[in-house]
């Protein structure tokens, strides 16, 4: 989510365009310093935190995959 320069969003948002398939996952460990008081910004988003294990990544990344909405 904190980037030099952009957002994690703006990434995603500059990409799509060029990318309309594309699926995004975002990953923080800041998540309250990324997001401030107002956590509810995460709502619809695919998101995960930091600290966490290769299967709870593998696990969301196919969910992501699986999923239907683009």
Same mark, same amino acid.
């Given at each position: 989510?904190?980037?030099?320069?952009?957002?994690?969003? *703006?990434?995603? #948002?500059?990409?799509?365009? %060029?990318?309309?398939?594309? #699926? $995004?996952?975002?990953?923080?460990?800041?998540?309250? %310093?990324?997001?401030? *008081?107002?956590?509810?910004? $995460?709502?619809?988003?695919?998101?995960? $935190?930091?600290?966490?294990?290769? #299967? *709870?990544?593998?696990?969301?990344?196919?969910?992501?995959?699986?999923? #239907?909405?683009?």
């Amino acid at each position: 989510m904190v980037m030099p320069g952009l957002s994690g969003k *703006e990434l995603a #948002r500059a990409m799509q365009p %060029s990318h309309r398939a594309m #699926r $995004t996952l975002y990953m923080s460990g800041h998540i309250s %310093s990324d997001l401030g *008081e107002n956590q509810t910004a $995460t709502a619809g988003m695919n998101f995960i $935190t930091k600290p966490l294990s290769v #299967r *709870e990544i593998a696990l969301k990344v196919r969910n992501i995959l699986d999923s #239907r909405a683009l």
